[in-house]
């Protein structure tokens, strides 16, 4: 699976942001966002199974981000809104054609500013 992620940049604290991710090549069972901060391990934000559009999120994103996804263009989307300072972070969109997330877009910033 081939991953397109585009979006990300800067933001002041509260802010919104979207990402976007556009999957082409093999089938897939799920779709998802990870990020990783400096100095910290990669960690999940946000994921779809796309058969049956199950949503699950992060603690610490839940009620702040929301997840979609556009069938058609296979291709989700993660609205981050009230971002914190803490969610400056890598975010990189990934793939499950197994039973782990094996495919992985490139990354793309995100800064949030206090």
């Known amino acids: 699976v081939q991953l397109q992620a585009s979006g990300g940049g800067l933001v002041q604290a509260g802010g919104s942001l979207r990402l976007s991710c556009a999957a082409s090549g093999r089938t897939f069972s799920s779709m998802g966002w990870f990020r990783q901060a400096p100095g910290k391990e990669r960690e999940f934000v946000a994921g779809i199974s796309w058969s049956e559009g199950y949503i699950s999120y992060s603690n610490s994103v839940k009620g702040r981000f929301t997840l979609s996804r556009d069938n058609a263009k296979n291709t989700v989307y993660l609205q981050m809104n009230s971002l914190k300072p803490e969610d400056t972070a890598v975010y990189y969109c990934?793939?499950?054609?197994?039973?782990?997330?094996?495919?992985w877009g490139q990354g793309t910033q995100v800064t949030v500013s206090s």
């Open positions: 990934a793939a499950q054609t197994t039973s782990l997330y094996d495919c």
